[in-house]
Protein backbone atom coordinates (compact mmCIF):
# COMPACT_ATOMS: atom_id res chain seq x y z
CA UNK A 1 0.00 0.00 0.00
CA UNK A 2 2.57 2.83 1.12
CA UNK A 3 5.83 2.82 -0.87
CA UNK A 4 7.76 5.81 0.51
CA UNK A 5 7.58 7.15 4.25
CA UNK A 6 8.37 10.58 5.38
CA UNK A 7 9.46 10.97 9.04
CA UNK A 8 9.86 14.25 10.68
CA UNK A 9 11.46 14.57 13.78
CA UNK A 10 12.07 17.74 16.15
CA UNK A 11 14.92 15.84 18.16
CA UNK A 12 12.45 14.96 20.73
CA UNK A 13 12.34 11.79 23.22
CA UNK A 14 8.57 11.43 21.46
CA UNK A 15 9.90 11.98 17.83
CA UNK A 16 12.46 9.18 18.34
CA UNK A 17 10.21 6.77 19.39
CA UNK A 18 7.94 7.60 16.57
CA UNK A 19 11.06 7.51 14.17
CA UNK A 20 12.47 4.01 15.86
CA UNK A 21 8.43 2.41 14.96
CA UNK A 22 7.87 4.42 12.09
CA UNK A 23 11.09 2.59 10.40
CA UNK A 24 9.97 -0.61 11.57
CA UNK A 25 6.46 0.03 9.88
CA UNK A 26 8.78 0.55 6.47
CA UNK A 27 10.49 -2.93 7.03
CA UNK A 28 7.59 -4.54 7.96
CA UNK A 29 5.63 -2.88 4.52
CA UNK A 30 8.72 -3.11 2.65
CA UNK A 31 8.79 1.02 2.15
CA UNK A 32 11.87 3.35 2.02
CA UNK A 33 12.32 5.97 4.45
CA UNK A 34 12.98 10.08 3.93
CA UNK A 35 14.02 11.57 7.45
CA UNK A 36 13.17 15.11 7.87
CA UNK A 37 14.59 17.86 10.20
CA UNK A 38 13.14 21.84 9.88
CA UNK A 39 15.66 24.37 11.81
CA UNK A 40 14.70 27.92 12.72
CA UNK A 41 16.09 30.34 10.50
CA UNK A 42 18.42 33.25 11.96
CA UNK A 43 16.52 36.34 12.79
CA UNK A 44 18.38 39.39 13.70
CA UNK A 45 15.99 40.37 16.27
CA UNK A 46 15.07 37.03 18.29
CA UNK A 47 13.69 35.54 21.47
CA UNK A 48 15.84 32.59 21.47
CA UNK A 49 18.97 32.75 23.19
CA UNK A 50 20.83 31.16 20.43
CA UNK A 51 19.88 33.21 18.40
CA UNK A 52 20.85 36.05 20.32
CA UNK A 53 24.42 35.26 21.57
CA UNK A 54 25.36 33.84 18.15
CA UNK A 55 26.55 35.36 14.90
CA UNK A 56 24.76 34.39 12.09
CA UNK A 57 27.47 32.16 10.56
CA UNK A 58 27.63 30.39 13.61
CA UNK A 59 24.38 30.19 13.96
CA UNK A 60 24.08 28.29 10.79
CA UNK A 61 27.21 25.83 11.46
CA UNK A 62 25.36 25.16 15.25
CA UNK A 63 21.84 24.51 13.08
CA UNK A 64 23.64 21.85 10.53
CA UNK A 65 25.32 20.20 13.77
CA UNK A 66 21.67 19.88 15.22
CA UNK A 67 20.30 19.11 12.17
CA UNK A 68 22.50 16.21 11.62
CA UNK A 69 21.68 14.81 14.81
CA UNK A 70 17.94 14.86 14.54
CA UNK A 71 18.68 12.77 11.10
CA UNK A 72 21.55 10.73 12.51
CA UNK A 73 18.65 8.97 14.46
CA UNK A 74 16.60 8.55 11.63
CA UNK A 75 19.39 6.95 9.46
CA UNK A 76 20.70 4.81 12.25
CA UNK A 77 17.39 3.39 13.06
CA UNK A 78 16.82 2.90 8.97
CA UNK A 79 20.26 1.24 8.40
CA UNK A 80 20.15 -1.15 11.52
CA UNK A 81 16.41 -2.23 10.33
CA UNK A 82 17.71 -2.72 6.53
CA UNK A 83 15.52 0.61 5.11
CA UNK A 84 16.52 2.34 2.06
CA UNK A 85 16.28 5.90 3.66
CA UNK A 86 17.18 9.59 2.25
CA UNK A 87 18.02 12.45 4.84
CA UNK A 88 16.45 16.17 4.57
CA UNK A 89 17.37 19.03 6.55
CA UNK A 90 15.36 22.16 5.67
CA UNK A 91 15.36 25.79 7.54
CA UNK A 92 11.86 27.29 8.31
CA UNK A 93 9.59 29.56 10.51
CA UNK A 94 7.03 27.06 9.29
CA UNK A 95 8.22 23.23 9.69
CA UNK A 96 4.74 21.69 8.38
CA UNK A 97 4.77 23.84 4.86
CA UNK A 98 8.22 21.95 4.87
CA UNK A 99 7.09 18.72 5.60
CA UNK A 100 4.20 18.74 3.41
CA UNK A 101 6.52 20.46 0.41
CA UNK A 102 9.57 17.56 1.28
CA UNK A 103 6.23 14.66 0.96
CA UNK A 104 5.16 16.13 -2.01
CA UNK A 105 8.68 16.81 -4.05
CA UNK A 106 10.09 13.42 -2.60
CA UNK A 107 6.84 11.58 -3.71
CA UNK A 108 5.86 10.34 -0.48
CA UNK A 109 2.75 8.49 -0.05
CA UNK A 110 2.22 8.87 3.57
CA UNK A 111 4.04 11.08 6.67
CA UNK A 112 4.78 9.34 9.84
CA UNK A 113 4.86 11.99 12.41
CA UNK A 114 4.91 12.13 16.09
CA UNK A 115 2.43 14.26 18.31
CA UNK A 116 2.91 15.46 21.13
CA UNK A 117 -0.64 15.37 22.40
CA UNK A 118 -1.45 19.56 23.24
CA UNK A 119 -4.48 20.19 23.82
CA UNK A 120 -6.55 23.68 25.17
CA UNK A 121 -4.96 26.57 25.64
CA UNK A 122 -1.17 24.86 25.20
CA UNK A 123 -1.85 23.62 22.34
CA UNK A 124 -3.40 27.14 20.95
CA UNK A 125 -0.32 28.79 22.30
CA UNK A 126 2.36 26.62 21.39
CA UNK A 127 0.77 25.41 18.36
CA UNK A 128 0.54 21.84 16.63
CA UNK A 129 2.87 21.07 13.54
CA UNK A 130 1.29 17.99 13.77
CA UNK A 131 -2.30 19.20 13.48
CA UNK A 132 -1.18 22.00 10.48
CA UNK A 133 0.32 18.73 8.81
CA UNK A 134 -2.94 17.08 8.60
CA UNK A 135 -4.91 20.24 7.70
CA UNK A 136 -2.38 21.36 4.57
CA UNK A 137 -1.90 18.06 3.20
CA UNK A 138 -3.68 15.40 0.67
CA UNK A 139 -0.93 12.99 1.59
CA UNK A 140 -2.63 10.21 4.37
CA UNK A 141 -0.99 11.01 7.54
CA UNK A 142 0.06 8.36 10.52
CA UNK A 143 0.19 10.18 14.14
CA UNK A 144 2.05 8.53 16.48
CA UNK A 145 1.59 9.12 20.28
Known amino acids: MFKHILIPTDGSELSNVAIVNGVKFAKEI ?19 SMQVSDTPEQYAIDMKALAQRHLDVIGQAAA ?6 ELIHRSS ?19 FQASHGRRGM ?15 TKIPVLVYR
Open 30 to 48: GAKVTGLTVTAPYHYVAVE
Open 80 to 85: QAGVAC
Open 122 to 136: RALIMGSETNKVLTH
Open 93 to 111: DHPYEEIVTAAQERGCDVI
